[in-house]
């Protein structure tokens, strides 16, 4: 398995956010976490990415324990995080934002390769890589962080809310685009408030209310399910 949740715990002081969550992550597929804003989505990805600490439960990547490591060790060992918000580096180039992405990486010609795949992938970026990230739309953005995200080669991306703020022709790509990274390999972890998408490109899914998982499987059993449906997929 390439990631494993296991009893997961976070606390926010005296705030029980995560109670106790378990789930897993296949190789080659798309994973997607679901449920209502304040659901704890956010925070199960930032604490597999170690930004914040778990207290209890594991966290298992590859067989192996993350909860020693540090938020850039995470990366280094194939998890890469687009955060919600985009969260690029405003005062810097589309082309500087990107290798970024690659700060760790000493493969030159490997990093070439994957610049110039993410601006096959993503040609607006292209168009203005040397225009500073701050200037451009939010869509353009959301496209940015993806492709950082995907210059330091993750064996696993985790996406958490690629869709918000943004014009339902825009949502369309960004989804268009999610199904292409899964499609040349990349094993996707996606946290998405719009249910309906989200269950429609994956493979599996996990229903998350108040910090604890209600209900999981097949995505096109939860896109079927009657509960699912008037409590999730009803917009």
Known sequence: ??????????????????????????????????????????????????????TEGEILFLGNSMSDYQPHQI?????????????????????ENLQMGAYYRKDKEAIAKDLETVYMRFPRLKERTNQTAGTLSGGEQQMLAMGRALMSHPKILLLDEPS???????????????????????????????????????????VLETGKIIAQGKATDLLNDEKVKEAYLSA
Request: hydrophobic share 45%.
């Open 1 to 54: 398995m390439l990631l494993e949740v296991k009893n997961l715990h976070v606390h926010y002081g005296v705030i029980h956010a995560i109670k106790g969550v378990s789930f897993n992550v296949e190789e080659g597929k798309i994973v997607t976490l679901i449920g209502s804003n304040g659901a704890g989505k956010t925070t199960i990805l930032k604490t597999i990415s170690q930004i914040l600490n778990q």
């Open 75 to 95: 990366v280094k060992m194939g998890i890469s995080q687009v955060p919600e918000g985009r969260r690029v580096f405003p005062d810097l180039t589309v082309l």
């Open 164 to 206: 918000m703020g943004l014009a339902p022709i825009l949502v369309d790509e960004i989804f268009s685009i999610i199904d292409d990274i899964h499609r040349a390999g990349t094993t996707i972890l996606l946290v998405e408030q719009n249910a309906n998408r989200a269950l429609h490109v994956s493979d599996y899914g996990y």
